[in-house]
C-alpha cells in the first residue's frame, strides 16, 4: 500500500481560516468542530485518495460528513495536493481557477 502525504496551498489554508472564523463567530467552539472535520477528511482522503472520482483536469473532491464543503485535491506520485477547501452552495467553477 502506498504512503500519501497531505500538502495544501495558501489559498486553501485561507479557505479554511476563513471557514473556521465563521463558524468560531456563530458558535464558540464551532469553529474548532469544523477543523476536526477537515482533518478526519484528510485522513479519509490520506487512506484512499484514488477512490474520489475525477472531476477534471485530474482534480478529485471529498465531501466532508458534518459540514457542507468539498475538499478539491490533485494527486502527485505520494503527494495529496489540496488546492481549495469550498462550501458546496459556492460556484463549483471556483476550484478551476486555482489550477
Do not use: C
Not at 35 to 44: D, K, Q, S
Request: no cysteine; hydrophobic share 45%.
Amino acid at each position: 500500500m502506498k504512503g500519501y502525504r497531505i500538502l495544501s496551498n495558501a489559498a486553501s489554508d485561507a479557505d479554511i481560516e476563513a471557514a473556521f472564523e465563521w463558524y468560531e463567530s456563530e458558535q464558540p467552539g464551532l469553529g474548532l468542530e469544523f477543523l476536526n472535520e477537515i482533518r478526519a477528511t484528510h485522513l479519509r482522503i490520506l487512506d484512499e485518495p484514488l477512490k474520489y472520482a475525477v472531476l477534471r483536469s485530474g482534480i478529485r473532491r471529498a465531501i466532508t460528513r458534518r459540514f457542507p464543503y468539498g475538499i478539491y485535491f490533485s494527486i502527485e506520485d505520494d503527494v495529496v495536493l489540496i488546492i481549495a477547501v469550498l462550501h458546496t452552495a459556492r460556484d463549483p467553477a471556483e476550484w478551476q481557477f486555482r489550477v
